[in-house]
Nanobody
């Protein structure tokens, strides 16, 4: 069982930066692929970024490539999402998720555990 708690969301102007954190409980964190998803009002939840067990492999949605960076610290049971050059269209609730598999997946249904989400609002 893995429990996830996100933090770091808030209100920022376009062009600004935020860093989201996701703290995980459980001794098997290092054996879970981690992902960040987001959901804007009236839209489906979508994949943003994912990272492998060791952090050696990362995957990004085209919409955030070059602006967002996912990383993890297995000693601290924490995964991060550094978001730079934020745009109003990045406004959403951001969710951290974990899956027991070996590779990053883009499908919401492939993840086993979810956090409660943190709101990110980017003003123009």
């Amino acid at each position: 069982q893995v429990q996830l708690v996100e933090s770091g969301g808030g209100l920022v102007q376009a062009g600004g930066s935020l860093r989201l954190s996701c703290a995980a409980s459980g001794r098997t964190f290092s054996r879970h692929v981690m992902g960040w998803f987001r959901q804007a009002p009236g839209k489906e939840r979508e994949f943003v970024a994912g990272i492998s067990w060791t952090g050696g492999s990362t995957t990004y949605a085209d919409s955030v490539k070059g602006r967002f960076t996912i990383s993890r610290d297995n000693a601290k049971n924490t995964v991060y999402l550094q978001m730079n050059s934020l745009k109003p269209e990045d406004t959403a609730v951001y969710y951290c998720a974990a899956r027991r598999g070996y590779d990053v997946r883009l499908d919401v249904g492939q993840y086993d555990y979810w956090g409660q989400g943190t709101q990110v609002t980017v003003s123009s």
